[in-house]
């Protein structure tokens, strides 16, 4: 279910039949980052990683922002643009 709520996260009821409960744990596991991803970036300054982990989950999660540019920008002020890209907004 997870896979199809981040394969179709503008419709994830309609395009996979989710519950609020799936969506909400879905998104949960979204926030959390699995270390071992990021293994091979460990020689990297601290604030490249985080440019980096920041930019996988804007792609991945569908945040509002264009996540290239981001990215970018990051590189640059070696810090993320919080208001250039962020994730969606929960509906309540």
């Known amino acids: 279910m997870t896979c199809c709520i981040k394969k179709f996260p503008a419709d994830p009821v309609g395009a996979c039949g989710?519950?609020?409960?799936?969506?909400?744990?879905?998104?949960r596991m979204a926030s959390q980052v699995d270390e071992?991803?990021?293994?091979?970036?460990?020689?990297?300054?601290e604030?490249?990683?985080?440019?980096?982990?920041?930019?996988?989950?804007?792609?991945?999660?569908?945040?509002?922002g264009k996540c290239d540019d981001c990215l970018r920008v990051c590189e640059g002020q070696q810090d993320w643009p919080t208001d250039m890209c962020f994730p969606p907004r929960k509906k309540r």
Do not use: H, M
């Open 18 to 27: 989710a519950t609020a409960s799936d969506i909400e744990q879905a998104l």
């Open 36 to 45: 071992d991803d990021f293994a091979n970036n460990a020689s990297l300054p």
């Open 47 to 64: 604030w490249k990683q985080w440019c980096i982990k920041f930019y996988v989950r804007c792609v991945d999660y569908g945040w509002n």
